[in-house]
């Protein structure tokens, strides 16, 4: 009987099948590690976005209740002349800055309100508390926070018995709009910001009508 021939793969094959595994296993790599990169970034945007809306949604909770004066009411009727409301400042009052007072009354107390940004974190002054972050500085570094105040005068002059057009009193609608931009501190190239306008609920009345 003969001698059977043994078939089997040459080195040659044996290189190159392993060159093109190699070349398949690298991209399947490649493309799990794009893959990850880029859902770790939308993780990172995300938790940016919102960090930067929950300190946006608590400035605007609390800057609406700006003006806020229990004892409008009674002043108004009671008061000869009428009492000026305690509450009516508001800072900044022109152009726009990175700090903010404001003060109102609630359950007949006074609270006094204070924005600032310190460092990179966002801080609010709640009454005697002394500041507080609103933002967490393990997660973002807020680059920039702008309070811009706007303000629309009425004249009231319809409601006053009589009234020169200089002596009337006047309403004015208040609002200012909140800017927050924050870069994020597991990776600084993610940066995002947001912006609000916030409509203050308590008109502020001036002036009165001539006895």
């Known amino acids: ?11 040659v ?26 859902h770790r970034a939308a ?15 608590a ?3 609390d800057l609406r209740r700006a003006g806020h004066w229990s004892r409008a ?17 508001l800072a900044p009052i022109g152009g726009g800055a990175d700090t903010a007072r404001w003060s109102y009354s609630r359950d007949e107390a006074d609270e006094q309100i204070g924005l600032r940004l310190r460092d990179g974190v966002i801080e609010m002054l709640l009454g005697g508390g ?24 009425f004249a009231l002059q319809s409601l006053c018995a009589r009234a020169g057009p200089t002596s009337a009193p006047t309403l004015s609608a208040r ?5 927050i931009e924050g870069r994020a501190v597991a990776d600084p190239r993610i940066v995002r910001s947001v912006q609000t306008l916030v409509q203050l609920r308590n008109d502020l009345v001036t002036g009165a009508c001539p006895s």
Do not use: C, F, K
Not at 16 to 27: F, H, K
Not at 74 to 88: C, E, G, K, R, V
């Open 73 to 89: 009411p009674t002043a108004a009727w009671s008061d000869a002349p009428p009492a000026l409301n305690p509450h009516a400042a």
């Open 13 to 38: 094959q044996v290189l190159v099948g392993l060159a093109v595994g190699l070349i398949v296993s690298a991209t399947a790599i490649a493309l799990t590690l794009g893959q990850l990169r880029e």
């Open 130 to 153: 002394g500041w507080q972050a609103l933002t967490d500085a393990g997660t973002v570094v807020v680059t920039a926070l702008r309070l811009t105040p706007a303000q629309q005068t």
């Open 1 to 11: 009987m003969g001698a059977r021939r043994q078939r089997g793969h040459t080195l």
């Open 59 to 61: 400035v605007e909770r």
């Open 43 to 57: 993780w990172i945007r995300s938790r940016l976005v919102q960090e930067l809306r929950d300190a946006a949604d």
């Open 175 to 179: 609002s200012m709009t909140v800017a």
